[in-house]
Every structure is written in structure tokens, then in C-alpha cells.
């Protein structure tokens, strides 16, 4: 038999001689939500793929490809614990390959794999904790808008944008901060282990290239996906990448959709306001 049929009747993932390796493709800011116009990374959208990729019986591995700039710590750790679960429950090594960035939450969810690859010129770090937002007290004044709030609660208006800074307020923020931070490390400490290096700048937040991450321990490894995993499991090896599935008309499964022309207004607001959030993200790693 010719081996283009041998291969057309007997697939790669049905044949003992090649080793076929599930790959999940995780790539955007991190975020909780999302809509049919726009789908974040988040539990929610990852973990059906993450099943998908760890219910292969035969594949000795799966590989992730993360290409993240952060976001939600509280998502970013849901989908590293997911990870961890499954490749506990289901016996298999994790390999996790950084493509242009994997900073702050992207890289928490890196820690999750037993080898982190990285391209050389990749971006990998940041490991730390930001809160952003802006001060409109001048401007409300400037325009003579009056604003009235009303609580229960004398903390309820805390950081309120539209009043001046509170030195008590920003203390509070940041023992939150401090405290999420903390998790943050104690689970890089965990996932990486005796490999991480000494440096005193590692938990401050700042970010290197994939060959200065390997020389802090923050990477095991400078490549690519083909070349490592053909180095692991020989030439033959194939990679199957796992997509989200589709429903009778093409949309993709799960999401949210609304069904309704106001929701759908609604989702490209949200979508709009989404893609500013994450073009800043991305934009502190010059990407």
C-alpha cells in the first residue's frame, strides 16, 4: 500500500509507530466574560479545550502554546490549578512553550507546565500586581457637573475616581495587592521549584527575554514546539492542535451569545472596551 493511502486509512493518531502530541493554543489578555464577538482567556473558555487535549489516552504529553501579557490573577490561577488537576488525574507531562509574551498572569499560567520553552527574544516575567485607573476630580470641577453619591457603607465609595485621593484608600489597595502578590509567588515558587535563581529583581515585577529568563530559572529551555518535541519523541512525532468547537451555524462552543440584537449592540460596546484593556496590556511588553 502506498503511504499517502497507508497514512489516509490509518491515522497518526491510530498507528503505534508515531506519537501524536495534543497542543492547546492559548493566546490574548485574560479576562473573565466574553461574547461572540470577542472571547477572552479564562476558565470558562479554556477549560473545555484543556479536556479536550488531556482525554488523548495514547499522547505521552500535551504541549501548550501561551502567548499572554496577563490580566485576572484570579483566572490566570483557576487555569494553572485546571492544568495541574489534569495532568495529575490523567498522568501526562505538561510541556508549555512561550511564544511572544508570557508576563504576569500569562506566565503564572506558564509555571504550570513540568518544562517552560521559550523563543529567545520571547518576554517572560512580571511577576507582581498593577492597579490602574484615573483621577477626573479637576476635569468634573473644570465642566461644573456636581456629583452626588449616596451609600451604605462608609467604605462603599472606596477609590472613587471622581473624588480626591484618599492616603487610607491606597493604603487598603495595597495590602490587597500585597496579599495577591504573595499568592502569586508562593505558586511560581511551587511550579518552578530549586530551578529559580536568586536574583533580588525576580518578584519586583520586572520582565526579561527567554534567554534571561533561563539564565534566572524562570525558563527551562530556548526553542521551538517542532524542534522539541521532535528531540522528545523522535522524528516522527505529529502534533494534533486542539480548537474550539462549533455548533450547527459555526459558532464557536462554549460562548456567550446573546440571541438579541440589543445584546449584540451591547457585546460589540463591550468587545471595543475589551480590546483597549488588552492593547494596553500588550503594549508594556512593546508588542
Known amino acids: 500500500m502506498r503511504h499517502g493511502l497507508y497514512e489516509f486509512f490509518f491515522p497518526a493518531r491510530f498507528r503505534k509507530d508515531v ?28 477549560a473545555p479545550l484543556l479536556a479536550r487535549a488531556f482525554a488523548d489516552k495514547r499522547a505521552p504529553a500535551v504541549a501548550i502554546m501561551i502567548n499572554s501579557p ?8 483557576l487555569i494553572y490549578k485546571r492544568i495541574r488537576d489534569l495532568a495529575a488525574e490523567k498522568n501526562k507531562k505538561v510541556l508549555m512553550f512561550v511564544e511572544d509574551v508570557a508576563a504576569s498572569g500569562g506566565y503564572m499560567i506558564a509555571c504550570a507546565g513540568d518544562e517552560i520553552i521559550a523563543d529567545p527574544s520571547s518576554v517572560v516575567g512580571s511577576i507582581g500586581v498593577i492597579s490602574a485607573g484615573f483621577g477626573f476630580t479637576g476635569l468634573i470641577d473644570k465642566i461644573g457637573v456636581e456629583r452626588r453619591v449616596y451609600t451604605a457603607g462608609e467604605n462603599k465609595s472606596l477609590l472613587d475616581p471622581f473624588k480626591p485621593e484618599n492616603p487610607e484608600d491606597i493604603a487598603y489597595l495595597k495590602e490587597l495587592q500585597l496579599e495577591i502578590h ?25 520582565f526579561w527575554t527567554g534567554i534571561r529568563g533561563k539564565e534566572l530559572g524562570l525558563v527551562d529551555e530556548l526553542g521551538d514546539l517542532r ?32 440571541g438579541m440584537a440589543a445584546g449584540a449592540l451591547a457585546g460589540i460596546g463591550e468587545a471595543g472596551l475589551n480590546t483597549l484593556e488588552e492593547r494596553a496590556l500588550w503594549s508594556r511588553y512593546g508588542l
Open 70 to 77: 496577563g490580566g485576572s490573577p484570579v483566572q490566570s490561577r
Open 182 to 206: 504573595q499568592v502569586f509567588i508562593d505558586l511560581v515558587k511551587q511550579g518552578r521549584g530549586a530551578r529559580l535563581g536568586d536574583d533580588p529583581d525576580l518578584f519586583t515585577g520586572r
Open 19 to 46: 506519537t501524536v502530541i495534543p497542543v492547546v493554543r492559548l493566546h490574548g489578555a485574560i479576562m473573565a466574560g466574553g461574547n461572540q464577538f470577542r472571547q477572552n482567556l479564562n476558565i470558562a473558555t479554556v
Open 227 to 258: 524542534s522539541a518535541l521532535r528531540a522528545r519523541y523522535g522524528d516522527k512525532v505529529k502534533t494534533r492542535l486542539i480548537t474550539p468547537q462549533r455548533g450547527l451555524f459555526g459558532r464557536r462552543v462554549p460562548g456567550v451569545s446573546t
